[in-house]
Structure formats: structure tokens, C-alpha cells
């Protein structure tokens, strides 16, 4: 785990806080307004905001982790990161939403709008984390 890997892992963390901040603080900002007993307060989430930071670097960390681990050599990054974004989504993003949906009363509007967002996401985060853990190329 050198330098590349922990550069790696800041820029995800980040990215991550990033998209999540487009997704779910701006494009599904209005639909969450709409479940006011569903949802924290913004003032009370404030409080939790070190929870939130923890979990970006957390997330940083693993998709980097995982993805050095499972990289092909000699196989173009777009196209890598673009599978390991969907693998990401299939493994993560979709079963969150749908069990989140399946135990508390959010609008199917809601999730397939926090599907196909954070899917998106998904496919942004495997490219970026691809193409900083690009394998070496040969001399």
C-alpha cells in the first residue's frame, strides 16, 4: 500500500462525499423534503456529520482496496472501471435501496430515483478509482 494507494483512497473519499452531496443533497433534495417524519432534521444531521465523513473514507478505502486487488493487467481502465462500477451498484447500491424500501415507507419514485443516481455514481467511482490504479506499464 503505497503512495498511489493512499492518494487513492483520499480522492475516492472525497469523490464519494462529492456525488452524494449532487445525489442526495441536491437532486433528490426535494423528494426528501416531501418525508419529513422519514428523515433526519438538516439541523440534527449536522450532528452526525463526523458519521458521514467516516463512512466516505471507509468507502475510499475499500473501493480502492478492492479494486487493486481485482485489476487486470493489460486491460484498458475505462472499460475496467466501468465493470467494477456496475459490480459495485449490483453488490451495493441496488440491495441498499431495495431494502431500505422493503422496511421503511419510501415512494418507489424515491428509490428508483436513488438507484439510477447513485448507479451513476457508481460507474463514475470505478472509472476515477481505475484510472489512479492503473497498472504499471512495462519498461
Known amino acids: ?7 487513492s483512497v483520499v480522492v475516492m473519499a472525497v469523490l464519494n462525499f462529492a456525488t452524494g452531496f449532487v445525489v ?5 433534495h426535494a423528494d426528501y423534503a416531501q418525508l419529513p417524519n422519514l ?21 475510499g478505502f475499500g473501493l480502492t482496496w ?3 486487488k481485482g ?3 493489460g486491460r484498458p481502465p475505462v472499460s475496467q472501471g466501468l465493470r467494477f462500477g456496475a ?7 441496488v440491495p441498499y435501496c431495495l431494502i431500505f424500501y422493503a422496511v421503511q415507507p419510501w415512494p418507489m419514485a424515491v428509490v428508483v430515483k436513488q438507484i439510477v443516481y447513485d448507479g451513476l455514481g457508481d460507474l463514475l467511482k470505478g472509472v476515477v ?9 512495462p519498461a
Open 1 to 7: 500500500m503505497g503512495g498511489r494507494f493512499w492518494i
Open 24 to 28: 442526495h443533497g441536491i437532486l433528490l
Open 87 to 93: 459490480a459495485i451498484a449490483v453488490v451495493m447500491t
Open 71 to 73: 485489476r487486470e493487467a
Open 129 to 137: 478509482v481505475a484510472l489512479l490504479n492503473q497498472a504499471p506499464r
Open 66 to 68: 478492492i479494486y487493486a
Open 39 to 59: 428523515l433526519r432534521t438538516e439541523a440534527d444531521a449536522q450532528g452526525y456529520f463526523g458519521w458521514m465523513m467516516l463512512a466516505d473514507v471507509l468507502m
